[in-house]
């Protein structure tokens, strides 16, 4: 690891990742080289064998993100109109809307994707919820109960949780 850390960095640096995508396609990377260790023929390639598996792991976290990014008018379309509510409160609820998803996205990928996962689709077993996320079915209420209340904090910074 001290030899290549350097390399394995420098190539997930270059996709432009947010920090914790990037981290996570360093600890990936790291954890491939664990898992096929074994089938290591060439030892003088494996700083090569390192920045190709890190430059596929960048690749699957942005077109993770390309699959799984939410935009405004999504939400909007995903709940039903309210015939008894007025267009200005239609309106309201749509920024309110738009500003909690931007607060989801500066949360931790990780954390992102299981927001998205538990509140923007219809509802679906753990172990589906698991499969999708990468969390392990038993992780996923503590994973939520962090992230919602990381949420509420930055909510509160934002003032957008208070209600005047």
Not at 29 to 36: D, H, K, S, Y
Not at 61 to 68: D, F, G, P, V
Request: charged share 25%; glycine share 6%; aromatic share 6%.
């Amino acid at each position: 690891m001290r030899r290549y850390s350097g390399v394995v960095l420098a190539k997930v640096r270059s996709f432009g990742l947010q920090e914790a995508d990037a981290l996570d396609a360093v600890q990936t990377t790291w954890l491939r080289l664990a898992e096929n260790c074994h089938q290591i023929q060439f030892p003088e390639q494996l700083g090569g064998w390192l920045a190709t598996t890190a430059s596929r792991e960048c690749l699957r976290i942005l077109r993770y993100h390309a699959l799984h990014t939410v935009t405004p008018d999504e939400v909007a379309a995903q709940r039903e109109a309210d015939p008894s509510v007025g267009p200005e409160q239609h309106a309201v609820d749509a920024d309110t809307a738009t500003r909690l998803w931007n607060l989801v996205a500066t949360l931790p990928t990780r954390r992102q994707r299981l927001i998205r996962e538990l509140f923007l689709k219809d509802p679906r077993p753990y172990t589906e919820v698991a499969r999708t996320t990468g969390i392990p079915a038993g992780g996923i209420g503590p994973t939520r109960a962090r992230a919602l209340t990381q949420l509420r904090r930055r909510l509160d910074e934002y003032e957008l949780g208070r209600r005047n």
